[in-house]
Every structure is written in C-alpha cells, then in structure tokens.
C-alpha cells in the first residue's frame, strides 16, 4: 500500500509573505505637492503668467499670423537689430511691442510667433483679471465667482477681441496691464500700479491722461515715488518720440499716421463723435449692457447708503472718460478704430459681471435663511437661463472668426510658398525694386529678409511684385498691366516681374 508524501509543517509563530512595494518614479512624494500647491496660492498671478504663456504656446497648434500692425512691429524690430530702421511704410509707432520684438529679432523665423505668444498671453490674463476685478467688486465667494466668470465671458465674446488677440495685436495685453494696475491700487501697492500704467501707456496714448493724473496725484501723496513717476515719465516720451524719429525723420508720425483714415471711417461721417459711441454700444452683448445698468444702480444705491464712493463708481467713470477722449480723437480726424474702444469695453465687462452677481447675491438674501442652500443654485440658474438668449448672436459670429483667421494664416503661407517658388531675396533683388500691397508690405520685406524701406506698395518698373489679398473680402492688391509678366503663383499670392535689362536671374 503506497501513501502520499506530506510536505511538514514548520513549527513556531506563523509568518505573513513580505510584500515588497515598488517605488512610483512617476509620482511626486507629498511634501513637493504641498510645496506645489503653496506656490499656487501664495504666488496666484505668477502661476497664472507661467500658465497664459504655456497655453498661448499650444495656441499656435490652431492656424496662426500676425495681421498687418504685427506684422510692421516684428520687421521694425529686425531694422533695429540691423540699425535701419523706417517706420514711412507702416501703421502708427506702439513702444511696447517693438521692446518685444526687438528682442525676438534674433531667433529668425520663431520671431512672429514668439510675438504671437506674448500677445495671446496677454489675452488670457485680461480674461484673469477681468475676473478677478468683477469678483472683487461683489466681495468674493460663490457670488464673487459667478461674477468673474460673467466679466471674463462678456470680454471673451466681445466684438473683435478674440480675433484681434490671435492675430497678434496688443489691445488685449493692455487690458491686462491696466486691470491688474486698478487691482494693485485698491490694494494700495501705488508705485506698483503706476508702474503697470507705465506699461499700458506704451501701448496707446489714450491712457496718457489717465496715467499722468494719476502720477500727480501719487507724487502729492507719496513723495518717495516721485522719482519713479518723472523716471517713468521720461521714459515713455523717449520710447513714443526717439524711435520714431530715428525712422521716419518725424517724432509725431504716429499722430499723422492714425489720421489717414480709410473709406468708411466713420471718422468721414457726419458726426464722428456721435457715430464713436454708437460703435461703442455695438462692442458689447445685450448681457453686458443690462449688467452694466445693474451695477450702475447697486452703486448708486450703495453711494446712497454710504456715502462712500466705491471702486465700481471709478471704474464706469473711466470707462465713460476713456469713450469721451476718443469721440473727442475722431472728432478731430483720427480714424476711430473700434481697437480704440478695447479699455472701456472690458470695463463694461467687468461691471457687467458684478452687477449680474450682485442681483443674485441679493435675490439670495431674500430667500428664507433655511432654504438659501437652495435658493442660490436655483436662482443662478435662472439667470442663466435668461442670459444664454442674450449671448447667443455674439456664439454665431464665431465661426466668422474662425474663417477670419484660416484666411489670414493662408495668406502667410501661400506668401512663403510663394517667395521660396520665386527664388527668394537674390533674385527680387537683382530684378529692380520690390513692391507689394499696402497691407502686406511688413510680411513681404519679412518674408523675403529685407529692410522695411525695400519694399513699396506704388508699382514702377523695373520691379517684381508680390500681389494678393490681404483679407477675403477684397481684391489682390497693387493693381497691374499688361507690362508686368506673371512669373509663379502661390495660393492667394502671384509673383509679377518687370525686370530691368539684364536684371532677370532666369
């Protein structure tokens, strides 16, 4: 008879497997998430440029160009790397771009793009501090967010902001500049503001009145930022003035050049004061407007009360001040670009979403103590439903901004196809002169690495011509004749040669 082997039994206590736990390489240990978070809050504004700047980087995944402003600011820094500089051809002189640009000059083809990242950062920080401004006014919390995330809305859907900020003009990062300096004084960091200021003020003149009432005042009350204000004063004459008139031979340019106005300027209408703030109510939804009229009235109710002015009651008076000096511009000839009216237009935003806010916050309170759990949910989404009617016009012209936009990174790359099909600098060269459309003579002297002062847009032989549109709705510009021979064509653009003798490179 066989029997089975048994395996023996270990005597003494029995033991447990050891489990052995691998170590996550990919996980960060506690201590750095905390130290993580902690950097978040107590450095909020920094976080948030470290984030505009990261996010408008991947914006350039969607189909990306400057438009025509941008375009003259990234060539006008590469003159000035190359000490030849010529502002004849270009739209008015803005100071704190070319800073920017300048300094991109070197990094060759990256250059529009790295100015494309910085003025879309400065989009998505005038969304931050728009919220951040419209939370304030209606003292935090949920109410507080409810606001800002109006605010923030309203601006983002206001006419031309998106487009304008993808396409590289520096409006938005203006907004961003002066909301932060308003935010910076009620905090009572006052050099800190006017410093900011300082900024916005190398971005449009309009600020100019603003910044330097401000800066006498802050001279009277704090004497120790007096030299900061004079230094910064200086400053922005020089950086407006000098470049200008190393370019051009002519300081004031830039006032010369915002009064040649186009056809349909409404700088050519009857009353052009009048026919500015009418544009001005167009640049703002219907939500905007009621929500402005709410935070009018809360803060006149709250004047009332208190006898105190509040911070929304500067806030609508600026924005008011800011639409009066540019009626008053296009009075006097200036063209009246609805661009100009960016400032007033995020203030109202910001109004916008504390007077929304504050209706909820109210109507909460007239809820029963026992059911404001619910009351306040129930009556933001009301609002809401009453809103979304209001926004919905403003959701539909988004899709033109998106064909906008297709368009004009189109025009760059047929531009570029274009240019490398053609032959490039040499053979442009060695035909006669340049010229272009006027609306594309920054991006033609870009794309082809010449001096600004190389490329006209008023046609004579001998000559090569870049033509094409420069947006949909337009014919290709310079017009042409029979003497000027087609020589390659690229999407939206064709290249035309007139050479003199000789000067052909075929």
Same mark, same amino acid.
């Given at each position: ?305 208190? *006898?105190?002015?509040? !911070? =929304? ?6 924005? +008011?001040?800011? &639409?009066?000096? %540019?009626?008053? /511009? ?94 490039? *600098?040499?053979?442009? !060269? =060695? ?6 459309? +006027?609306?594309? &003579?920054?991006? %033609?002297?870009? /794309? ?59």
């Amino acid at each position: 008879m066989s029997t089975t082997p048994t395996t023996p039994k270990l005597s003494g206590p029995a033991t447990a497997p050891v489990r052995v736990r691998r170590p996550d390489l990919g996980a960060r240990p506690p201590a750095t998430r905390a130290r993580a978070r902690d950097l978040v809050r107590e450095h909020p504004l920094a976080t948030a440029v470290v984030a505009a700047l990261a996010l408008s980087a991947l914006s350039l995944l969607y189909p990306s160009t400057p438009s025509y402003d941008p375009w003259a600011w990234i060539q006008w820094g590469r003159d000035i790397m190359q000490f030849e500089l010529d502002t004849n051809t270009g739209p008015s002189w803005k100071p704190l771009p070319v800073l920017f640009t300048t300094l991109f000059a070197p990094f060759g083809d990256a250059a529009p793009d790295l100015w494309l990242v910085i003025a879309r950062a400065g989009g998505i920080l005038a969304l931050v501090m728009c919220f951040r401004l419209a939370s304030r006014l209606v003292g935090g919390g949920r109410a507080g967010v409810a606001g800002g995330i109006v605010a923030a809305l309203g601006l983002l859907l206001s006419t031309y902001f998106l487009r304008n900020t993808m396409m590289g003009y520096s409006e938005a990062l203006m907004i961003a500049l002066v909301l932060f300096a308003i935010e910076r004084h009620a905090d009572d960091h006052h050099g800190q503001a006017f410093a900011l200021g300082f900024g916005a003020a190398l971005l449009r003149p309009e600020v100019w009145p603003f910044i330097g009432l401000y800066g006498l005042w802050l001279m009277w009350r704090e004497p120790e930022h007096r030299k900061l204000v004079v230094g910064l004063g200086f400053a922005t004459a020089f950086l407006w003035l000098v470049p200008e008139w190393w370019g051009s031979g002519q300081p004031f340019r830039a006032a010369s050049r915002a009064q040649q106005v186009a056809n349909g300027s409404i700088a050519l209408s009857d009353n052009p004061a009048l026919a500015l703030v009418q544009r001005a109510r167009t640049l703002l939804m219907p939500i905007d407007k009621i929500g402005i009229i709410l935070a009018l009235g809360f803060t006149g109710w709250t004047m009332a009360r208190t *006898r105190r002015v509040p !911070l =929304a009651f500067w806030i609508a008076g600026s924005a +008011a001040a800011w &639409v009066g000096i %540019v009626a008053v /511009m296009t009075q006097g000839g200036f063209a009246g670009n609805e661009r100009y009216l960016a400032m007033p237009v995020a203030l109202g935003c910001v109004l916008s979403g504390a007077g929304w806010a504050s209706l909820g916050k109210r109507l909460n309170r007239m809820a029963p103590k026992n059911k404001r759990r619910w009351a306040g949910p129930l009556i933001a989404a009301a609002l809401t439903a009453v809103a979304i009617p209001l926004a919905i016009p403003r959701l539909g012209q988004l899709d033109k901004d998106d064909t906008t936009l297709r368009f004009q990174a189109q025009l760059r790359d047929d531009l570029h196809q274009a240019v490398k099909q053609y032959g490039g *600098r040499e053979r442009a !060269l =060695a035909c006669g002169d340049i010229y272009a459309g +006027a609306y594309n &003579v920054a991006m %033609v002297s870009w /794309m082809l690495d010449v001096p600004g002062e190389a490329v006209n847009y008023e046609p004579s032989i001998p000559g090569v011509i870049f033509r094409g549109r420069s947006r949909k709705s337009v014919n290709p510009t310079p017009p042409v004749n029979d003497a000027w021979r087609p020589v390659t064509r690229a999407g939206e653009f064709t290249v035309l040669e007139a050479c003199a003798p000789g000067g052909t490179s075929n």
